[in-house]
């Protein structure tokens, strides 16, 4: 904004009304304005106004600030950061809004412990997970071991029994590896089958244990196997009959929802 | 004594502004020393406008964050530190004054009676500040050729922000002797502070 002279001397009467605070906001911006333009006579007389007007505070009587203050403001200022350096305009200076800054002072060693304070968070919230997966894979084996355990007291009541039977399962296909045996108390229809050889089922296959009785297959429960070692699998309630109406027990592999009727060839088969 | 007097302004000066150059460094031991050299001054100042400690020190506060967060935005060659504190501060409290305008209308007789007292006290303010101790006692007796009415009016306009026409019916007064007073007494302050400063 460029001024004419003449308008600049115009504006040197508003100097006065404005250190004075008299200016209406109009006309105060645009006198504003004139100074940022760069009027010497203006600039100069306005600093003359402040260097005189400053003498007026030293004619009032002395007050003790309130005790606490400095430290306040000291507090204060040690969570602000001052601004960088700048060149700003006289009357920015002196009539600009004092609006203290909100950008909080952030120097090294408080991002140094702020990091700090990430990682430990980071390692604490680390640990907390592996803490968690430990646990939830410790219940698991607890799981795993009761049920062992309960599988044994089967195999042992079964064992037990006054009249249990051992139906001995081979593999049907020569050198299959395949290997069982079915231990069950007819009288209360409880068993356990032991199962050797047999390969993990593919996804979304199980294995499925059949009785046969009159040349029919009904059945009994499926399960599932370990990579290549023996199992033991608990079985109640066997759907038998007369125990002398089943004649043979197998086992097929299955879809994983099982089946009514055999689908796979039979792996595994005993006659009693 | 006048020179001794300029000494100690230009040595004034020459530590504000090695104050405000650490404080830029962001020192706030200088921050501290800066209060502890005008407190003296600008509390009783801003106490002055504002009429209540709470808003007074509410002020000082603002002033000297300010001063922490920007104070590259001072320019020498647009006057003294000292000078450039006084209008933050007057500024700022004239803020806070606005706010409460209706409670200070209310006071403005009874500041008007206190500050026509003001030029006789027995304990400047400016005497807590050991730098400032001459100057303002040759500020206080250059200030000597102003008139009581003349004083009063740039104080009641200064410190409270009286219009001429507000001063006029306040004091009964006519508008145009205000005007002459008041311009007479900003003369008489210019000359004392072009004095100070030669």
Redesign the interface.
């Known amino acids: 904004m460029t001024t004419k002279p003449e308008e600049r001397h115009e504006q040197l009467e508003l100097c006065?009304p404005y250190?004075?605070?008299?200016l209406n906001p109009g006309n105060r911006k645009q006198f504003e304005a004139h100074l940022t333009s760069g009027c010497e006579k203006c600039?100069h007389e306005?600093?003359?106004?402040?260097?005189?007007?400053?003498?007026?505070?030293?004619?009032?009587?002395?007050?003790?600030?309130?005790s606490g203050?400095?430290q306040?403001?000291?507090s204060?200022?040690?969570s602000?950061?001052?601004?960088?350096?700048?060149?700003?305009r006289?009357s920015?200076?002196?009539?600009?809004?004092?609006t203290?800054?909100t950008r909080p002072?952030f120097?090294w060693y408080r991002y140094a412990a702020t990091a700090v304070g990430i990682l430990m968070i980071l390692a604490l919230a680390y640990f907390v997970y592996e803490l968690a997966g430990t646990t939830t894979r410790q219940q698991k084996q607890i799981a795993d071991l009761e049920a062992r355990l309960l599988q044994n007291d089967d195999v042992l009541a079964a064992f037990g029994a006054h009249q249990f039977e051992d139906v001995p399962l081979t593999g049907v296909e020569p050198g299959s590896g395949f290997s069982g045996r079915f231990f069950w108390d007819p009288s209360n229809r409880n068993g356990v089958l032991q199962i050797g050889g047999l390969p993990v089922a593919a996804e979304g296959k199980c294995y499925q244990l059949w009785m046969m009785k009159q040349n029919k297959y009904f059945a009994v429960m499926q399960f599932d196997v370990d990579s290549g070692q023996a199992v033991f699998v608990r079985m109640l309630s066997v759907p038998v009959g007369e125990k002398g109406e089943i004649e043979a027990f197998a086992v097929t592999l299955e879809p994983k929802e099982g089946s009514t009727q055999p689908s796979g060839a039979i792996l595994l088969r005993g006659a009693r | 004594m006048q020179r001794n007097v300029l000494a100690q302004r230009q040595q004034i000066d020459r530590e504000d502004a090695d104050l405000l150059k650490r404080i830029q460094r962001s020192d706030q031991r200088a921050l501290g020393s800066l209060y502890d050299r005008y407190v003296g001054v600008l509390y009783p100042f801003t106490l002055r406008v504002t009429g209540s400690n709470e808003a007074a020190e509410g002020v000082l506060h603002d002033v000297l964050l300010h001063v922490w967060e920007k104070s590259s935005s001072y320019a020498p060659q647009n006057g003294s530190v000292y000078a450039w504190l006084v209008a933050l501060s007057r500024m700022k409290a004239v803020e806070k004054m606005r706010a409460a305008n209706q409670k200070r209308k209310q006071e403005s007789e009874g500041g008007a009676q206190r500050s026509a007292s003001a030029a006789d006290t027995k304990q400047p303010a400016a005497e807590t500040i050991v730098a400032l101790k001459g100057y303002a006692e040759e500020v206080r007796n250059s200030l000597k050729s102003l008139s009581k009415l003349e004083l009063r009016l740039l104080e009641l306009s200064y410190y409270e922000g009286q219009s001429q026409s507000d001063l006029a019916r306040m004091l009964r007064i006519p508008l145009g002797t205000i005007k002459a007073k008041m311009r007479r007494g900003i003369q008489k302050l210019r000359l004392s502070s072009a004095e100070e400063a030669k």
């Open positions: 006065i250190v004075f605070g008299r600039i306005l600093s003359g106004l402040y260097e005189a007007t400053a003498l007026l505070p030293l004619l009032l009587r002395q007050e003790t600030p309130p203050l400095r306040r403001i000291l204060r200022a040690s602000k950061k001052p601004e960088p350096q700048r060149v700003e006289p920015a200076q002196r009539e600009s809004p004092v203290p800054a002072e120097p």
